[in-house]
Structure formats: structure tokens, C-alpha cells
């Protein structure tokens, strides 16, 4: 993984100070961190620590060398941990991992054991149903499980494998209270290109037009998500691989190679002799150190420039929290106003992450973004130090994985493009502020003439009122559709996916649409304006819990304004018309187990993360109630509302 002596220009003055003012305002939290990791950093395997009945257990069932490697204390140990199921595609393939994994730790001097299991969720499943509600909390649940699997003090060094969603995230937040192992993420791959993503749109909303059966949907959908590996599209599962690779913690190019190959085995195997490499020595390289302020620009950057999963406006956020890092949303919208959108990959155009991946895929986007000046080189990676090595692409050349260097053009740039030739000028990533507080709207996919929408607002508290009225024709007008009590602390956060097809009816239509919420979109809002993750959310009185059905609101992403043009005094004056459910409501389907989640989440803006108090002054400020402060139920959240409201 030699790294290629192309020269890197000059860091661009704004991502220069971005960075620094990240840096600057988190110099406690972010010291107290590295001091923390830096303490639990031994030299030689850590087990050594532990008495002999502790150590008997932690090698118990192995056998052969490797029980004696554990026994000796010669060995650097490693953990695997995993989000592996069968049901879910982009998991499936990770069931012959682990022995890959252990064979090639062995081969490096290392002992590698199955350390922990994690839950892996799917949105696509879950979609509208009651279990969506759960699946911003899994992040947390992850994060948890991943700390219980290295909390035995058997470990040198982890492997992290997951793919989807909240799984990355929460994988990295757990690792990162363990700063000071190495860690190398360990990807499935995507699966082979099925039904166009644009033809799987077109039968979904001829579905919701009542123009295509039942049996017609299925039939495209099965033939989209039809084998083992990542959804081609570019959601949040496959911005994650992006993220990460261009975060350093991917081999390079692994993100998007695919399952069941070769190449795939290849590169997984080289992770288990990579990371037994990095837990020693001249070349001990802890995820402490890889994760640091120049790490999270250059991961909001890859987000940036390829319009990736909004999500990633949370995650990123919760991770960075993880490492002693403060990010903000206006870091995100200050980068997005000089990172040009280099990539058009569905719903941002009509090409999949294997078009993507064919056409230059990562190693090119890092290369022309490091020849503007648009990310830093000068870090720390899983592959060594400078980020200029991810410009080199794994192959297998008579058998054995090499890395050489790519074409320095697009082989399509349909799909991807230099920076000099971009789609847009900016990343399509805004943040919208005003009277109806802050909320991200991702433009990247929208026509221009859709950037600003003014028009009155219909207000829905579910999917499945605002599904009842679009059906009985109600919505056939201009409108803003307003979708509150879907926030963090109302219900969980649920994507809400299930609305795209029929505002995209209403839009072909001829009418001016958009979406108004405090839930979520991921990265497949599509062609739709919408205004997302709204905060403060409605559930703690925000402003957005105060719109009427007719009130006009205005949506202008172009000037980064949300407002409803109401007086702001009539506004805060007015009763509130309903509240998050109950906690006798909110249960079934397992939701009841989360209460405790549910209480303790932040905003959004904050990560919408339930690790990490918030001081008493910022709650109020956000409109938060203090953490643990009792129920949602309906007597507190009149006080909490009141409160705010004055």
C-alpha cells in the first residue's frame, strides 16, 4: 500500500478554517479524550493484566496454537465484531468472515476470536412500520454491545464489520471508548447491479397512482434488491462506506468491491493481518489517533461532494462526540458552500454505487478533491500515514492483492467528475433556518425550480393520515406538507421514505410541493423539497408544533431561510394541537423497551444521541428538557411546552 508522490495543493482556505475552529472549540473535551486513551494504551498484549482464573476463561475454548498464543502472552490479541445476520443482504456475505479473519491474524503473529455479535436493522424492512421507530435508537444499542465486546481486556486491536445505517455509526462510537486499540472496518461490498433505480421509482409511484398492482411493485422491487450484498442506491448504508474509506478506516478501496469474489476475500483476509500489523510497535496506529478533527472534515467533504445520506448530518455528529470532537451543522453548511457535487448517483441521478465504482469511484474522487486543496493529506490512516494512498485502487495480480494506481479522468462523467467540471458548484447540503428553528434539506437531487416553495401547510402527526388524504385528494394543490411529532424524543425518528412517491404524484402533477418535519429522509428524499430533522422537534414544543393547516410557510433553499409567515408572538401564543404519543402509546413491537432512550435523547443538531450530558444552559437553549427528567407523558409535556413557550 505504497502511497502515490503526486503532489497535494495547498488546503482550501475554508476547509483550513473550519477545521481550526472545530479544533479550538473542542480543546477540553478533545484533550481529556486523547488523555483517557493515551492511559489505557500497555505495551505488549493487555491480557497480561489479568489474573490467571480471568485469563483461563478468555481462552478456554480455543485450541491448538492459538490457545497457546493466548496462554503465553506472546501474541497480540484480536477482536471481531460483527453486525452479521442471514436475513438482511448487505450482512448475509459476513458469515465467512470471521474465519478468513482468524486465519490471516494467525498468519500475522495475532489471535484473532469472535468477540461480540451486534444487531443489524433494516430500514427497507422496517419502512412505515411500527419498528422503524426503533432504529436511530439501534445506533445506541450498537454502540453498547460493541463496548461490552471489548470490555474483557483480551484485546489488542478490533475488527469492526457492518455496513447498513445505524450499524457504522454505532460500531464507531462503541470502538472510540476504546481509543486506544487500532481498528479496521471491514465492508461486505454492494450487490451486483438489478432493476435501474429510476425504473424501480417509476413503478413505485404508478403504485401509489393506483396504475400498478400489488404483484407489479413486488416484481420490481425483487428484481432491484434481488442478491447478498449493500442496496446499489446511494442511502445511508453506502455513504457510510464512503465516509469511512475517505476517513481512513477502510483498507483502500475496499468499500465497494463486491460480495462472493476473490478481491472481496483478498481484502478482508489483509484486514486481519493489517490490523495485527497496526496493534504494535513502529506502526501501533489507535483509532484514537485516525479519528481526529482532520479525519471528520475529510468525511463531511467525501459526504459533501458525492451528496450523500443526510443522515450523516447526525451520525457524524454523535461519532465526532465519541472522540472528544464537536461538530456543528453550520461546519457541515459553511463546507457544502465550497465542496463542488461531484457525483450523480441515484436518487442523485440515474447511475448506481457500481456506475459509481466503475467510473473512477473513490480513488478518483480523493484524488481530484487532494489536488484542489479540498481534503487533508496529512493524516492518519489504517494504511499508513497521507490520505494520497486511497488514490490506488486493490487488484489481484497472480493471486496476490497489490494496490496501483487508477486513471487520473472519469471513465464516466455522466456519472463522476473532476473538480474543475462539476455537476454543481456546492454540495448540495444546506442547512435552512428561521422562524420554525433549523432543519438540513439535501438539494443535490431537486431541480432549481423547486428551491424555494411557498404555499400553505397541511398538517399530518402520521404517515398514515397524510396517506388517507393524498387517496381522498385532498393534498391535489400547492402545499407543504408538514409531518411533526417524528422527532427523537417524540417517537425514535423514523424515516419517512413511504411519503416520496405520492409528493412526487403531487409534484408531476403540476403543483408546488414540499415536505416540512422533524423525522428523518435519509438519501433517498429524491426529487422532493424537504426541510428535515427540524429542531427543536415538536415533541418539546418547538415552533413547528405551533403551524396550522393554512398557515403559509416558506421553504428557500437558496437563501437558507424556513419560515411560516405568522407573527411570532401569535405563533407563541397559540395551543398546542397534539403531543407525542404516551408511553402507554408508544409500546408493542418492542418499543417499550426503549423508553428509557427515548427520555434521554438529544436533538437532533447534537446527534440526536443519548450519550454525553448536555450542560443545563444548552438544553434550555435547544428547547431539550434536562435529561431523565421524567415521562413524555402528557403532564410533564405540558410543563416542558409551557416552558419554552414563555
Known amino acids: 500500500m505504497s502511497s502515490s508522490p503526486n503532489p497535494t495543493a495547498a488546503v482550501h482556505r475554508v476547509l483550513a478554517d473550519v477545521t481550526d475552529r472545530i479544533a479550538e472549540r473542542s480543546a477540553d473535551t478533545r484533550a481529556a479524550y486523547l488523555a483517557r486513551s493515551a492511559a489505557a494504551f500497555e505495551e505488549g498484549p493487555v491480557r497480561r493484566g489479568l489474573a490467571c482464573s480471568n485469563l483461563a476463561h478468555g481462552f478456554a475454548a480455543m485450541d491448538g496454537v492459538d490457545k497457546q498464543a493466548l496462554r503465553q ?46 444487531p443489524a436493522m433494516c430500514d427497507g424492512i422496517t419502512q412505515g412500520r411500527p419498528g422503524m421507530e426503533l432504529s436511530l435508537f439501534s445506533r445506541e444499542v450498537i454502540a453498547m454491545a460493541t463496548a461490552i465486546a471489548l ?30 486499540l487500532p481498528a479496521v472496518l471491514v465492508p461486505a461490498g454492494p450487490m451486483n447491479s438489478g432493476l435501474p433505480n429510476k425504473e424501480k421509482a417509476r413503478v413505485r409511484q404508478l403504485y401509489a397512482e393506483g396504475l400498478a398492482t400489488r404483484e407489479d411493485l413486488l416484481d420490481a422491487e425483487a428484481a432491484s434488491y434481488h442478491s447478498a450484498g449493500t442496496c446499489t442506491f446511494y442511502g ?44 504494535r510497535g513502529e506502526a501501533y496506529t489507535p483509532i484514537s489517533q485516525v479519528l481526529d478533527e482532520k479525519a471528520f472534515v475529510n468525511g463531511i467533504v467525501a459526504l459533501l461532494a458525492t451528496g450523500g ?63 484542489a486543496g479540498l481534503l487533508h493529506e496529512d493524516v492518519l490512516t489504517v494504511a499508513g500515514p497521507g490520505l494520497r494512498r486511497y488514490t490506488q485502487e486493490p487488484i489481484l495480480s497472480d493471486g496476490e492483492l497489490v494496490w496501483r494506481d487508477v486513471p487520473t479522468r472519469s471513465l464516466d462523467e455522466e456519472v463522476l467528475r473532476p473538480v474543475w467540471r462539476p455537476f454543481a458548484p456546492d454540495g448540495g447540503l444546506r442547512m435552512v433556518e428561521g422562524n420554525l428553528g433549523r432543519a438540513v434539506t439535501k438539494v443535490s437531487a431537486v431541480a432549481p425550480e423547486h428551491h424555494v416553495v411557498e404555499a400553505p401547510a397541511r398538517v399530518f402527526t402520521s404517515q398514515e393520515a397524510f396517506r388517507v388524504a393524498f387517496e381522498a385528494g385532498e393534498l391535489d394543490r400547492d402545499v407543504v406538507v408538514v409531518l411533526r411529532q417524528q422527532g427523537p424524543q417524540a417517537n425514535g425518528m423514523p ?29 433517498a428524499s429524491g426529487k422532493v423539497p424537504a426541510a428535515i430533522q ?66 434521554a435523547v438529544g436533538p437532533a443538531d447534537q446527534g440526536a444521541s443519548v450519550f454525553g450530558a448536555l450542560t443545563p444552559e444548552l438544553d434550555l437553549a435547544r428547547g431539550v428538557p434536562p435529561f431523565g427528567s421524567g415521562t413524555m407523558g402528557e403532564s410533564s409535556y405540558a410543563l416542558q411546552t409551557q416552558e419554552v413557550g414563555q
Open 73 to 118: 502472552l506472546r501474541a497480540p490479541g484480536v477482536a471481531i465484531v460483527s453486525s452479521y445476520n442471514d436475513m438482511l443482504s448487505a450482512h448475509q456475505p459476513m458469515q465467512e468472515y470471521p474465519a478468513w479473519l482468524k486465519k490471516s491474524a494467525r498468519e500475522a503473529g495475532g489471535v484473532a476470536q469472535f468477540a461480540g455479535g451486534v
Open 151 to 180: 470490555s474483557h481486556d483480551m484485546f489488542d486491536a478490533a475488527l469492526l464489520l457492518g455496513v447498513c445505517d445505524k450499524i457504522v455509526p454505532g460500531l464507531l462510537i462503541g470502538a472510540l471508548s476504546f481509543g486506544h
Open 236 to 279: 445511508t448504508a453506502n455513504s457510510n462506506q464512503m465516509v469511512v474509506e475517505v476517513m481512513g478506516l477502510h483498507l483502500p478501496g475496499a468499500s465497494f468491491v463486491p460480495p462472493n469474489t476473490p478481491l472481496r476475500q483478498a481484502l478482508t483476509e489483509e484486514a486481519g493481518r493489517r490490523v495485527v500489523e497496526l496493534s
Open 309 to 371: 445520506s443526510t443522515n450523516h448530518t447526525m451520525h457524524l455528529v454523535a461519532i465526532a462526540a465519541a472522540a472528544g470532537i464537536q461538530l456543528s451543522w453550520d461546519d457541515f453548511s459553511d463546507l457544502s458552500a465550497v465542496v463542488p457535487l461531484l457525483a450523480r448517483v441515484y436518487p442523485n441521478g440515474s447511475a448506481d454505487i457500481n456506475h459509481f465504482h466503475a467510473a473512477g469511484g473513490i480513488q478518483f474522487l480523493v484524488g481530484t478533491l487532494l489536488d
Open 495 to 523: 424515516e419517512l421514505h413511504g411519503l416520496t412517491p405520492a409528493l412526487g404524484v403531487l409534484m408531476d402533477r403540476g403543483f408546488r410541493v414540499a415536505l416540512l418535519t422533524d423525522g428523518r429522509m435519509s438519501g
Open 534 to 599: 427540524v429542531t427543536p422537534e415538536a415533541a418539546v414544543g418547538g415552533p413547528i408544533a405551533r403551524i396550522a393547516d393554512g398557515d403559509v410557510v416558506r421553504f428557500d433553499a437558496r437563501s437558507g431561510s424556513l419560515d411560516v409567515l405568522v407573527a411570532d408572538d401569535e405563533l407563541a401564543r397559540r395551543d398546542l394541537a397534539d403531543a407525542p404519543p404516551s408511553e402507554a402509546a408508544w409500546s408493542g413491537t418492542g418499543r417499550e423497551l426503549f423508553g428509557a432512550l427515548r427520555r
